[in-house]
Every structure is written in structure tokens, then in C-alpha cells.
């Protein structure tokens, strides 16, 4: 059978939409002379800009050259305007062996195996490796010919960026309106990053009548009218007789997840199918070789949507049922990679559960027999759309003694929106370490970046405003050596100085020799105890602070949500006894902010440093005092567990980099305090930090405990 592509389906309502126009078309004087006719061919072509190829263009057999044939094993389409014209040709065969089908299919340009053939040739160009999917949305045979087919395609250059050229082929497929014809009759997009701005694709409104046609105002309808958008309408508001005009879409998507919309064209009966699929911004993929590893070389590679192109989704036969999770990365200084999650034939793909090896393909290299497994941590499928995905993964070429490991996540808000809800991410890893480096993905690069023990506290706590002035991220370390999770993330980052915060008994001097091996420059920022190191942090980071935040040295909850707000206002963290000032403690001028209650900081300690107070009945509540001190308003907010440090302590300079406030959660729920101060500060967006074990999905979504 089919294997079909490791790309979602279109969405129902796209599905819906076709099916609706196809069955309301009219059947005029106009359509029946068109049933004399040869069956109309038609092809359209954009590439994304960074594409090799020129565009858009859009053919017809009624103005063009245009020929779709096949024998119901195979798909073969070319156009061209004539001798010297813009020309190109799409040729798709599904896996050997198998009629083609209304389905999704992976193709590549070797094609063979589970993967169907898929060349897209452009004035006679053709890339040397070719993958992409074909999407066949209607077809029939008769006595071994192709005789209808409506099919989108998208193609990637493998030797090249990973721009897509992507379109539609129709072969004696009704358009619509009897009188008018839209090409292309559908649009899906290559998958998009939310805020990048999107490609336009034109869509041609053709008057075939002897007489001109009327037309109403453009709409967008159907479930995410919001993910697209019409930039030009240059259609006039009647067609004139044999007239031809365009309009111009491009997709926008707002999150991550499918989308799908109609454009009404203002003629009756004529409308069109749009789709397209939003990188959800917490995608990610992780991978780490050892030296010797034929697939990997020893290199480490880190993948994320704001500086990788990445793609993921479903791979499904073609009776839709879910084989497996597929994802594809690319950025020019690593190229493509691709990690394929199948699960063996009559088996489900389950959270929890540990399968074979994963299939592999990085820097064009891939290996036929294989180890290794791959632990599925979180999969759910929502109306056939993947809405999360997470896994680990070890992998080992049968011939070799070298091998990699590596994790990859993905995260999509597929319901829409509604006014008073809130939309969630969330950043996690396997650890404290994997969850570090996956909020520091939030960060696009950094010159600098802090070290932190990953297994203690106190030196670590004044470490996030520090790295929010700086524009960098906190990442923790094992005393005895940089964890592989860490490393991957310093060199995502670009990262050139690397700050240990701390002595050598919590950061050791193997970690420092390590990162002087791998060519980063290090300094240690520190002082004998947890107060003189805190000093030193702010005597280092901020010579001249206008105030300062203090917190307790005896306990780190008050100063979790303290430190996003010292990042915020640009001030250091410092810690203080219950009891009293240390001393070397700065007392800068300006704002001074003691964060807890009296049991934390006493308030003779209070009066001594000349501060206000910022206190809740608990943690929680001392986060939302935190938070709601910062402003009125937060339409961005930042939740992680209050009973651990670590996850909090990453998320800090993140935070504070976004403006965001901190606000802490219990494993379950969120505290009537914390669900009340989101609503009140109007939160919309909100960025959960660690996995489901520290903050779970029920807590995600600001339960109330």
C-alpha cells in the first residue's frame, strides 16, 4: 500500500470545502459544451523566496501547453507558453508496485522503498536531490489511464536551502463557476514559523464567458481566517468577457498547528480550499555523535524554529492510519536532518513506551541496518492533527562502534482561539538540563551565557538577572562535567564566554577545562559564600544598578520570581540572612526590593537596607505580588514549578528578555492567587516550563487547586 507523507493531512474543513464545491458546481449550458471539450489541464508553480526556482507561474491548457498523463502507477505533468517559455514538469510514482490513491506520500528524487519518486524539473533544471510530498486529492483511471487527478505538491532542494517550490496539477477537474475559473482551485503552504512572514501565492480569476461577470467582495471563512491573508486583490469588480485578473494570499500563521480557511471570491460557486501548518515555536530537535558515527561525524547539532527551518507530522498509510511521527531540520551551517519514529506493523504509537531503532538521515547519510531505540515521553493526535510529540532516542549503524543520541519535541495549538483563553507552550526536557536548554531556545543567539551548579542552589539564584542584562541565558552544569544537553545548547547559542557562577565545589575545575578544550572563553565569578558570590555577580554584571533586589540566602522560593523582575528592571538579586545584611552587600541608590515575608527577611533587615516589601501568604502568592508589581498587564507570562529550583532559575533570563513576569505553580494546580492574577493581568500567552511531572497539563491550564 501507499506510504503516505510524514505531513498532516489537510485539516477537515479544507477536506469539507472541496468536497462542497465540487458537488454544488452548476451545470449550465456552459458546462456541458466544457464536457465536449478535451479534459482541462492545468498547472500552477511558486517558490518560496530563497527557492531555486522562478515564479509564480500558472498554466492552462486553454492558454497554454499543458499535459498530465499517467497509467494509474504514475503521474506525469508538464507546461510550458510555447517554444522559449517559462516550462516545468512534475513526475510522481508511488511506491513499486501500487496504484496511486487519494493520500499523502513522501517522495524523494531517488525514490524506491517506502518512499515514492517525486522530480520536479524547472526550465530544464532538476535539483540533484529532490525531497517532498504529493498530495492527491481526487483521481480515477480508465483502461490503465489517468483520466482525472487533482493533486498539490511541494519540493525541497536536499543540495540546496530548504526553500520549497510547491503548487497544484489538475487534470479534467471541474474549477468551479461555470463562467469563472480559479487556479489553483486549492493552496497548501509549506509549513510556516509564526512571525515570519509568509510566501504570496497569486491565484488567477479567468472569465471564460462571452459575457462579463459580476463579483462581490473577497471573504475569508472556515475555521483559522485569521492564519491568512489576501495582500492583493487586483480583480476588478466585474470580469470582463475572456478577462483574466489576480489575487495575492499569503498564509500568516499565529501559532503553531494546522490552519485551514476558505477564500470566497465574491463569485457565486467559486471558492477556495487554504491550508497550511504553523512550526509550533517549541519544536526542537537534539542530536549528539560520537566520534566514529558514520551519520553523525562527532558533531553535535541543535534545531529550532527561530534559526532552522523545521517541519513535523503524522506519517500515515493510506487508510490514515498513524505509523509513526517524522521530522526534518535544516539550517545552513548543519543542513538537513531527518528523524523518522515508526512503530512496528499492528503496534500503537504510545507515551511511555520504547520501541526499535529510529530511522536516521543527517548530512545526506543514513544507514540500512541500524540499533539503538526511542522512548516516546509525550504523543497526543487530536482530530487527526499531531498536537504534541516528545522523544529520546539512542541510534547505531550496524557496522559501527560509534553512535548518537538525541531527543526531539514538538508542540502545536490546533484549536482556535478564543477571546479569555490562553494560549500554551511548553519547554522541557528529559532533566533539568534538557529543560534548560529548551527555554534557552526561546533566545535566537548569545555572546554570553552563565554556568550554574544544576544540582545546588545558592550560588545559582543571582545568576538570571545577570544573564538578562548581558541578552543570554542561564544553563546548569554537573559539578564534574558540562552535560551533553548544555553543551549543544552553548553552541546553538554561538555562545564565545561562557560565566561560572561559583566556586570550585559547585562547579568544578573539569568543567572549566572542558569548555576551554572546546575553545570558549571562561571566567569564574565567585566568593566564598553564597552572599559574597551574589556580590560579586552584581559587582561584575552591574557597576552602576539604579536599586536592587533582595532575598533570602536560606531558601530560594522568594527569589525564583524575584529574579525575572530584576532582570525586567535591569538591578541585580542579592541575598541577605533572615537576620541580617552580610557584609560587602551593595546598597545601591534607587528602588530597593526585599522579596518574602518576615520568617524569610526580618524586618530590622528590611529597615537596614532602606527597602519596601514585596510578600504573599505563600510562594505563590509572593510570585503574583512579584508579577503584579511589574504592571498592570501581562499579556506574556512564564509558569514554573515553585517546589524545585532549577527549572525556575532557567527560565528567569528568558522572562525577563521578553518582559514577562514569573509566576509559580504547584505540580497539579495553580493557587486561587496565581489563576486570579493571570486573569487580571490579561495573560494570553503563556510559556510553561519543565514537563508534566513538575507542572502538569492540569496546572498548565491555570487550574485552580
Known amino acids: 500500500m501507499p506510504r503516505p507523507a510524514p505531513w498532516r493531512s489537510l485539516a477537515g474543513s479544507a477536506v469539507l470545502a472541496l468536497g462542497l464545491l465540487a458537488s454544488a458546481l452548476p451545470a449550465g449550458p456552459a458546462a456541458a459544451a466544457a464536457a465536449e471539450e478535451p479534459p482541462l489541464a492545468a498547472m500552477t508553480l511558486v517558490g518560496e523566496e530563497g527557492d ?25 505533468a508538464e507546461a510550458s507558453e510555447g517554444a522559449g517559455g517559462p516550462r516545468a514538469s512534475v513526475s510522481f510514482v508511488p511506491p513499486a508496485g501500487q496504484l496511486l490513491a487519494v493520500g499523502d506520500y513522501r517522495g524523494t528524487s531517488g525514490g524506491g522503498g517506502e518512499r515514492g519518486r517525486l522530480v520536479v524539473t524547472v526550465d530544464g533544471n532538476e535539483c540533484l536531490e529532490q525531497t517532498g510530498r504529493f498530495r492527491v486529492l481526487d483521481v480515477a483511471h480508465e483502461g490503465g489511464a489517468l483520466t482525472r487527478l487533482h493533486a498539490l505538491y511541494e519540493r525541497t532542494c536536499g543540495d540546496d536551502a530548504p526553500y520549497a517550490a510547491f503548487g497544484e496539477i489538475r487534470l479534467g477537474v471541474p474549477e468551479g463557476a461555470a463562467e469563472v475559473e480559479a487556479q489553483p482551485a486549492a493552496v497548501q503552504w509549506p509549513d510556516a514559523v509564526p512571525g515570519r512572514r509568509g510566501t504570496d501565492v497569486p491565484v488567477v480569476l479567468r472569465n471564460r464567458a462571452s459575457t462579463p461577470v459580476s463579483r462581490g467582495p473577497l471573504a475569508l471563512t472556515g475555521a483559522d481566517p485569521g492564519a491568512f491573508q489576501v495582500v492583493h486583490d487586483r480583480c476588478p469588480s466585474v470580469l470582463p468577457a475572456g478577462g483574466a485578473c489576480t489575487v495575492t ?121 541500524r540499533s539503538g531505540s526511542f522512548t516516546v515521553h509525550e504523543h497526543e493526535v487530536r482530530d487527526g492533527v ?26 502545536a495549538a490546533v484549536e482556535p482561539r478564543l477571546p479569555g483563553t490562553v494560549l500554551t507552550s511548553r519547554a522541557a526536557g528529559a532533566d533539568r538540563y534538557g529543560t534548560a536548554a529548551a527555554v534557552s531556545g526561546e533566545v535566537r543567539r548569545a555572546d554570553e551565557v552563565l554556568l550554574v551548579s544544576g544540582v545546588d542552589w545558592p550560588d545559582a539564584l543571582a545568576a538570571g538577572p545577570a544573564a538578562a542584562h548581558v541578552g ?114 551593595p546598597l545601591p541608590a534607587g528602588d530597593r526590593v526585599v522579596l518574602g515575608g518576615t520568617a524569610a527577611v526580618g524586618e530590622q533587615v528590611r529597615a537596614a537596607l532602606g527597602a519596601r516589601r514585596l510578600m504573599g501568604a505563600d510562594r505563590y502568592a509572593t510570585s503574583v505580588a512579584v508579577a503584579e508589581d511589574l504592571g498592570a498587564s501581562a499579556p506574556y507570562a512564564v509558569l514554573a514549578s515553585g517546589q524545585g529550583f532549577p527549572d525556575a532559575l532557567a527560565a528567569a533570563p528568558v522572562a525577563a528578555l521578553r518582559g514577562a513576569p514569573l509566576l509559580l505553580a504547584a505540580r497539579d494546580c495553580v493557587t486561587p492567587a496565581v489563576a486570579g492574577a493571570a486573569r487580571r493581568l490579561g495573560v494570553a500567552e503563556l510559556l510553561v516550563v519543565g514537563g508534566t511531572v513538575a507542572v502538569s497539563d492540569g496546572a498548565a491550564r491555570l487550574s485552580p487547586c
Open 52 to 76: 531555486r526556482s522562478p515564479g509564480p507561474r500558472s498554466w492552462s491548457s486553454r492558454t497554454a501547453v499543458v499535459r498530465v498523463t499517467g497509467d494509474g502507477g504514475s503521474v506525469h
Open 249 to 369: 494570499v499569503r498564509f500568516l500563521p499565529e501559532r503553531g498547528g494546522a490552519a485551514a480557511a476558505v477564500l470566497a471570491t465574491g463569485v457565486p460557486g467559486l471558492a477556495l480550499a487554504l491550508h497550511g501548518d504553523g512550526v509550533a515555536a517549541s519544536t526542537s530537535m537534539r542530536l549528539s555523535s560520537e566520534p566514529g558515527d558514520p551519520i553523525g561525524r562527532g558533531f553535535d547539532v541543535s534545531y529550532r524554529p527561530l534559526d532552522a527551518d523545521l517541519k513535523a507530522g503524522l506519517v500515515r498509510d493510506h487508510t490514515s492510519a498513524v505509523l509513526g511521527v517524522s521530522m526534518t531540520a535544516w539550517n545552513p551551517q548543519d543542513g538537513h536532518t531527518t528523524l523518522e519514529f515508526l512503530v512496528p506493523a499492528g503496534e500503537v504509537l504510545e507515551a511511555g513506551r520504547t520501541y526499535g531503532p529510529p530511522q536516521v538521515v543527517s548530512y545526506g547519510l543514513t544507514c540500512s541496518r
Open 386 to 411: 499531531l498536537v504534541r510529540f516528545a522523544a529520546s532516542f539512542t541510534h547505531t549503524c550496524a557496522d559501527s562502534t560509534a553512535g548518537m543520541r538525541g531527543a526531539a519535541a514538538f508542540r
Open 472 to 585: 543570554g541565558t542561564v544553563l546548569p552544569s554537573r559539578p564534574d562535567g558540562v552535560p551533553a544537553d548544555t553543551l549543544v545548547e552553548l553552541y546553538r547559542l554561538q555562545a564565545r564566554t561562557v560565566h561560572l557562577i561559583g566556586g570550585t565545589a559547585a562547579l568544578g575545575p573539569a568543567v572549566e577545562a572542558e569548555l576551554v578544550s572546546r575553545g570558549f572563553e571562561v571566567d569564574r565569578v565567585s566568593g566564598p559564600d553564597r552572599y559574597a558570590t551574589a556580590a560579586a555577580v552584581a559587582a561584575r554584571f552591574f557597576p552602576l544598578p539604579q536599586g536592587a533586589y533582595y532575598a533570602s540566602g536560606t531558601g530560594f522560593a522568594d527569589a525564583l520570581a524575584g529574579a525575572t523582575a530584576a532582570g525586567v528592571r535591569d538591578r541585580p538579586l542579592l541575598l541577605v540572612r533572615p537576620d541580617g545584611v552580610p557584609a560587602g552587600t
